[in-house]
């Protein structure tokens, strides 16, 4: 197997890098998610918050809060005091509301903004950043994603997700990349050389999807209670899990104002594992259009990354759905899911050569 780079032309100037950047320059790469965003900096700083924006109803909220803008889980938590905005949809900056979409557009650039100063750039840095986008995003949906990041950063090029998950950990030759976000789910195919649209499939069955299953389950489940889809989130995240055996789930939800208890065990388990098939198929697909003689290696070397990956027993669960529907398979996961994705973009900022980068500004 062979690995390659990026760009061949990076490789030539690796062994110089050092010496023709200099202080001066902040190399950021951000993993821009639906639920979370996150970024790691060549100064070493990394910071995930929320993808939430808000800004104060009128003068009281301006005066509780007392800022112009707040993000990430305090944007969550004074929600009723704020016009909230979760600008990106299915990894995208949200266009479908076309009422909303310029506010979206605001939000995304403010989220952006905001990321990037958690990156810590000194006075007078030149920020260079790579952005992960869906695998599959329209050239109308990266313009909109550039246009949001050209006020915060002074160059910025975009890559597919699954890509920079497998760039960061030089995985870059026979392996299926899988990044299980909040909007998409994103696969792609990487051969030792740089994906095309062919290796690359994004669906929508995701950790949203995830919620919006578990809302149904639990109406049905939970009769008479009451509950809101933040509260459903919170319960995905404490208790999400794909496992055959597990402890039994119990959860508190108010029925007229009183907390009740119910046995949710089943409605988050069978919830949760609706993301396996559509993801297997996926595979599927991108295993039965390559080389054959290299498919088996292929289903063998598949990459588990972003948030929705840690769900517990996810990887043996889409081990057994491949070995029912492909004859094998062999899942990884990787050790920091949250911050795979940033980690990879980093990287190829940095080894981007300058003149690449003085070009884009």
Same mark, same amino acid.
């Given at each position: ?146 246009? %949001?990041? =050209? +006020?915060?950063?002074? &160059? *910025? !090029?975009?890559?597919? #997700? @699954? ?70 989130? %919170?319960? =995905? +995240?404490?208790?999400? &899990? *794909? !496992?055959?055996?597990? #402890? @039994? ?70 081990? %057994? ?41």
């Amino acid at each position: 197997m062979t690995n390659t780079t990026l760009s061949s032309a990076s490789q030539d100037v690796l062994d110089d890098a050092g010496a023709r950047r200099d202080s001066g320059i902040l190399h950021v790469g951000i993993d821009l998610g639906t639920s979370r965003t996150s970024v790691s900096a060549s100064n070493g700083a990394r910071e995930t918050l929320a993808s939430y924006v808000g800004y104060p109803r009128d003068v009281v909220s301006r005066k509780l809060l007392k800022k112009d803008v707040v993000f990430g889980d305090e944007a969550i938590r004074h929600r009723l005091s704020l016009n909230l905005y979760r600008p990106l949809a299915h990894g995208v900056i949200d266009s479908a509301d076309a009422a909303r979409a310029e506010a979206n557009q605001k939000a995304a650039r403010d989220l952006i903004g905001e990321i990037v100063r958690r990156a810590r750039p000194r006075p007078g840095d030149l920020v260079y950043a790579v952005i992960g986008a869906p695998a599959q995003a329209t050239i109308r949906n990266k313009e909109a994603i550039l246009e %949001a990041a =050209k +006020e915060s950063v002074d &160059s *910025v !090029m975009l890559c597919s #997700e @699954p890509f920079s998950v497998a760039y960061g950990l030089e995985m870059l030759d026979e392996v299926l990349v899988v990044d299980i976000g909040a909007g998409t789910t994103d696969l792609c195919r990487m051969h030792g050389t740089m994906p095309e649209d062919d290796d690359q499939i994004t669906n929508t069955f995701a950790g949203d999807f995830v919620d919006d299953e578990i809302m149904k389950a639990l109406r049905i489940a939970c009769p008479g209670a009451v509950f809101t889809k933040e509260m459903v989130k %919170a319960i =995905k +995240e404490k208790h999400s &899990s *794909v !496992m055959e055996r597990i #402890e @039994p789930i119990v959860i508190e939800l108010p029925v007229d104002g009183k907390p009740t208890k119910f046995d949710v065990t089943d409605a988050i388990r069978n919830s949760c594992r609706m993301i396996i098939p559509p993801l297997v198929e996926g595979l599927g697909k991108l295993v039965a259009t390559f080389d054959p003689e290299f498919q088996s290696v292929l289903k063998n070397r598949v990459l588990l990354a972003g948030g929705g990956s840690r769900i517990p027993g996810l990887p043996l669960a889409i081990e %057994a759905e491949m070995k029912s529907r492909l004859g094998a398979g062999k899942v990884i996961r990787v050790e920091e899911p949250i911050y795979g994705g940033a980690n990879g973009a980093l990287k190829i900022a940095q080894e981007m050569p300058d003149e690449f980068w003085a070009k884009l500004k």
